[in-house]
């Protein structure tokens, strides 16, 4: 099992940048591949990015490629999503969460996780 929290989420103006990080406990980090998802008000939870185990092999939405970077350090069990040129639109609540299962590439579906952070909100103001 892991424990995933979420931190760095807070207000920032448009076109500033935020890095968010999720901390896992438990000693099989490596062995999950993560994602982070948002979920703005009165919208569905969306795919944002994902990383494989090593880190080697990311996924990103349409939304947010070129802006937005995934990234993790096993040493430290955390992932990292660094945000750039945020937009108002990015305005969400911002989940990590991990999965036990075989990387194979894009991994986009909010139901092949089975690990989820408490989330942190990530406003921008226009």
């Known amino acids: 099992q892991v424990q995933l929290v979420e931190s760095g989420g807070r207000l920032v103006q448009a076109g500033g940048s935020l890095r968010l990080s999720c901390a896992a406990s438990?000693?099989?980090?490596?062995?999950?591949?993560m994602g982070w998802f948002r979920q703005a008000p009165g919208k569905e939870r969306e795919f944002v990015a994902s990383?494989?185990?090593?880190?080697?092999?990311?996924s990103y939405a349409d939304s947010v490629k070129g802006r937005f970077t995934i990234s993790r350090d096993n040493a430290k069990n955390t992932v990292y999503l660094q945000m750039n040129s945020l937009k108002p639109e990015d305005t969400a609540v911002y989940y990590c969460?991990?999965?036990?299962?075989?990387?194979?590439?894009?991994?986009?579906?909010?139901?092949?996780?089975?690990?989820w952070g408490q989330g942190t909100q990530v406003t921008v103001s226009s």
């Open positions: 969460a991990a999965s036990s299962g075989r990387w194979s590439g894009k991994h986009t579906l909010g139901s092949e996780y089975g690990y």
């Open positions: 990383i494989s185990w090593s880190g080697g092999s990311t």
């Open positions: 438990g000693r099989t980090f490596s062995s999950y591949y």
